[in-house]
């Protein structure tokens, strides 16, 4: 402990303390606080190997859509990757009776940036959840897309060669 000086009384009557109290006559010691070491972030692991892969998924209520995204960056703890939604390729009819069309990854990534959260899937694999935009048709909703298009999903890691299956017929 050390006795205040001037610059000391200074800091504390910033703080808004005016006073000093005695204790038996003497007065009170006080220890002025240090300042607050600066600490910086942690930088994204860009290298890491999840950067870059595709993610799928699929949804729909009697029918089949397909989603796919990529992961463009991973938090420094792991624990949220930053992903695009990615162009899709379908073939087949998707659109016929009997849901005879195909959906394989595209190449293009369009679409805001968003966050999914990292956890355990099956058989140890990670699996990706959280809200992303599933229909964009403007900037303003790119803008916007958490209140207006957002939709709660879960991904898994695919390949570009991976073919799913998908069915418009509602």
Known sequence: MKKLNAKDLAILRA??????????????????????KKTRKAKPKTKHPLVGKLLHCSWGYDMTINDFCKIIEVSPTGKTVKCRMV??????DPWHPCGNGKATAGSTEHGPVFRLRVSEG???????????PYCIHNDEDAKNWKAINGRMGYFSICSENDVFYENRCD
């Open 122 to 132: 099956y058989n140890g694999s990670p699996s990706f959840h959280g809200s992303y």
């Open 15 to 36: 703080r808004g303390i005016n006073s000093l109290t005695t204790l038996r006559g003497k007065e009170a010691e006080f220890k002025v606080p240090a300042k607050p």
């Open 87 to 92: 162009s899709r390729k379908v073939s087949g």
